[in-house]
């Protein structure tokens, strides 16, 4: 690991002005369950580590107009253990604690979920984000088991994110600030899917902090379904999110989100739509996951990948059928 600066704000002010213009100039530390692999790995070799974690405003579950906020230094203990969150927004519950491992439930949080970067082992080896060799895609003919069914890109990674394919089911948007002011941006495009390794898998740039997420608080039944080989610290196969608005017995609307099948988490907008007007049952629910695997397109060793995507989806489904 080379040597780099430290700083340790207490304003978001202060830490703003600590960042760079450039993504080498500056990361910003909050749990630090991911940023200290990149750095002992040498993916990641800033000059300056700026802690966010004593900045008091980037905390705290609290309602906010129509919306519960969430803020980025919350963490996945707290996101799962608070009252609000576990009545109104099971989705988020059930996807904080398929993390699993306590020692980052404890130290991890929201923000760094979002932000952290892909598990791929060619990117972790060296290879950027793209997986290049001499012109040429690694992943392609290589070890893919756990890469993407999804996306058609040049990008084979999945999104590492256990929380973003709720958020975006839930509608949510995610608080930005940076050295011009702030912003937010929808959940759904705060994820980007690279086009060349010098871009980045989300909407963040290396002067500007993700401060938290806003979640409308729309009465929706919502669930969440992991697909893993075991518990423990380990990154699920596939997941669904999924958040119905009901009217009585029939789902009005559906947002049906895929994790850790795309470089993104995928919206399965053909799944969403054809729920509308319908209930859910064994056979509704197996139709929607139906609809969502339908536009896979799997690599050489994840075929797998299709039948998950239709079961996740099925079971996230009639688990928040069960709330109506």
């Known amino acids: ?38 750095m002992k790995d040498g993916i990641h070799a800033p000059k300056r580590v700026v802690n966010i974690k004593n900045i008091k405003e ?67 080896n060296g290879f950027g984000l793209l997986a290049m060799k001499d012109g040429k895609s690694l992943v392609e003919n290589g070890q893919n088991e756990f890469h993407a069914i999804f996306g058609g890109g040049p990008a084979k990674f999945v999104s590492a994110s256990s929380l973003g394919p709720a958020f975006i089911a839930l509608g949510a948007k995610v608080e930005i600030a940076g050295a011009s002011g702030k912003r937010s941006v929808d959940a759904a495009s705060f994820f980007k899917s690279p086009a060349s390794n010098d871009d980045r898998e989300i909407d963040l740039k290396p002067n500007e902090i993700v401060t938290g997420v806003l979640v409308p608080m729309a009465k929706t039944n919502d669930a969440t379904y992991e697909v893993r080989v075991k518990e423990g610290l380990d990154w699920p196969y596939a997941t669904a999110s999924v958040s119905l608005k009901m009217k009585g017995s029939t789902v009005e ?35 929607a996951g139906e609809a969502a695997a339908s536009g896979a ?28």
Not at 26 to 37: K, P, Y
Not at 77 to 99: I, Q, W
Not at 311 to 318: E, F, I, M, N, S
Request: charged fraction near 20%; charge should be positive.
């Open 58 to 124: 980037l905390g705290g579950i609290k309602k906010a107009g129509s919306n519960l906020r969430i803020g980025a230094t919350v963490t996945l203990d707290e996101l799962a253990g608070n009252a609000m969150v576990r009545g109104e927004f099971p989705s988020l519950v059930a996807a904080a604690r398929g993390v699993g491992s306590p020692q980052i439930m404890n130290m991890g949080t929201v923000g760094g979920d979002l932000c952290q970067r892909p598990r791929c082992w060619y990117f972790r």
């Open 253 to 287: 609307s559906a947002r049906v989100v895929l994790g850790h099948v795309g470089p993104t988490p995928v919206v399965a907008e053909q799944a969403g739509s054809m729920l509308a007007g319908k209930s859910i049952d064994e056979s509704t629910a197996a139709q």
């Open 297 to 324: 397109q799997p690599l050489s060793g994840n075929a797998y990948k299709v039948q998950l995507v239709k079961t996740a989806v099925k079971r996230a489904l009639l688990e928040a059928a069960k709330r109506a």
């Open 1 to 38: 690991m080379k040597a780099f600066e430290y700083a340790n704000p207490t304003s978001l002010k202060d830490a703003l002005g600590l960042l760079g213009s450039s993504w080498s100039d500056a990361n910003v530390l909050a749990g630090g369950t991911d940023q200290i692999s990149l």
